[in-house]
């Protein structure tokens, strides 16, 4: 409780900090945000708190300065981005659109008076769900556009490391190839986690409890998303704890009492099984990366690749170490730790570690650039992107529709990411093992899947 508290409490402050902002800023017609990229390449603002890769509250207080006109693709894409911040993603568009206009009353009850009517607070993003209650009750009157509506990636870490290697299984997990509704990694290890419970349950109480307690997708979506960013087993037991808090707390009867370190600890071993049967090749290209990255920081030396769109990344980690520091504050005598960074010494443990994660983050942000630069010379002005969430108007969406798939198959299909990755390394060392062999997926498919980015 008194950690929940202390969450709260710093949730609050960011909550003041983003309203204060948004008054600071109403007066204008317009502002722009500044952005920059940071050593490997991602885009971020550089203001903090009212900005588009916010909490869903400050996603919700921006929109588009300029508005363009509701053609009918952009009403359809509207109903979609509708139904996505309500929690309805995980159907084919046209069930999603269908379920908007099924429940165009209750939307427009919303707009008129969200105090009185609040079904809007039972979507997973309630803030952005009531954005788009008022977008859709003005798209009726005839009014522009200004909401961004956003094209989220199926766990795009893995939709890379799949492209990578051409991943069969993994692209079809991730939605890199066609299918009439988006495949869904996070319940097909959900899945697999349940059928290993299954077969312990005769003989294991523990197991019929998680089976009693529930395990859905939630369970397995924290853990399998950040296995491409170095996510652990360790990671993964405080992620499966969180997820049992959560469900205590929507009132799920807990069978463990108040440890819950050896229920989260047993399916955390089940889960990272699954996950690893899930995601084999993924996998092979972390580990490949890692065993290069520490032969290189063994030598004292950055780690240095270029990703497809030319960007030149640097990753240094130096050695740190701590030292005392006795002095005076107030009369007082003080000892407080500082630690120092030698920049003549590489932390190879953090070089090892940030290998994966980072190499996969240089590669969605080329992706991402070169989605924006066709966007650009197509017409499209006006964006709200976080890494692999890209906004634009509804009616622009068709657009960025195609062009986020030409992008991402153009950039695979030629660049050779691990052998240019590994023709840097040969710089600086004398041996460097040959990337993996590819498997058979034929990345052309990519440009006909609907749910790609979705």
């Known amino acids: 409780v008194h950690q929940a508290n202390a969450r709260l409490n710093s949730k609050r402050l960011q909550l003041v900090r983003t309203i204060a902002m948004a008054e600071r800023f109403d007066e204008f017609d317009e502002f722009f945000m500044v952005w920059q990229n940071d050593f490997r390449g991602r885009k971020y603002v550089v203001s903090s708190f009212l900005t588009p890769q916010g909490p869903d509250y ?51 009850a919303c707009a008129t008076d969200p105090y009185e009517n609040t079904w809007w607070t039972e979507a997973d993003d309630p803030w952005m769900f009531l954005a788009f209650c008022f977008e859709w009750a003005g798209a009726e009157l005839g009014k522009p556009s200004h909401l961004p509506v956003s094209l989220d990636g199926s766990n795009n870490g893995l939709q890379h490391l799949s492209a990578i290697q051409r991943d069969l299984t993994g692209g079809e997990s991730t939605n890199l190839v066609p299918h009439d509704v988006p495949a869904d990694i996070y319940q097909n290890v959900a899945d697999a986690v349940i059928k290993v419970l299954e077969s312990r349950k005769a003989h294991d109480r523990m197991a019929q409890q998680w089976l009693d307690f529930g395990v859905t997708r939630k369970t397995t979506k924290r853990p399998v998303m950040v296995v491409p960013y170095g996510g652990r087993i360790y990671s993964t037991r405080q992620y499966i704890e969180d997820y049992i808090v959560d469900r205590i707390e929507a009132g799920v009867h807990n069978p463990w009492g108040h440890d819950l370190f050896e229920p989260s600890h047993y399916l955390a071993d089940i889960v990272w099984q699954c996950i690893s049967e899930v995601i084999v090749s993924a996998r092979t290209v972390m580990d490949w990366l890692q065993e290069i990255s520490s032969k290189i920081s063994a030598e004292n030396l950055p780690v240095i690749w270029e990703t497809p769109t030319k960007f030149l990344v640097h990753q240094m980690y130096p050695e740190t170490r701590s030292r005392r520091i006795t002095t005076h504050i107030d009369n007082s005598l003080v000892k407080p730790q500082v630690r120092e960074q030698n920049f003549g010494k590489s932390d190879r443990r953090r070089a090892v570690n940030g290998a994966s994660p980072n190499f996969i983050h240089s590669l969605d942000s080329a992706a991402m650039t070169m989605t924006i630069n066709r966007c650009f010379d197509a017409g499209i002005e006006d964006f709200a992107m976080v890494h692999d969430s890209y906004g634009v108007h509804a009616s622009n969406v068709p657009t960025l529709f195609k062009l986020t798939r030409l992008a991402f198959w153009y950039m695979y299909e030629h660049n050779e990411v691990l052998e240019q990755f590994r023709n840097f390394a040969l710089e600086v060392l004398d041996d460097v093992p040959e990337p993996p062999e590819k498997g058979d997926l034929d990345l052309s498919q990519v440009k006909d899947s609907k749910y790609f980015f979705a």
């Open 58 to 108: 400050s996603k919700a207080l921006l929109r588009f300065a300029r508005g363009v006109p509701l053609t009918e693709d952009g009403m359809y894409w509207l109903a979609v981005h509708g139904a996505n911040c309500f929690g309805q993603d995980k159907v084919s568009f046209d069930d999603r659109n269908i379920w908007v206009y099924m429940n165009d009353e209750a939307i427009k």
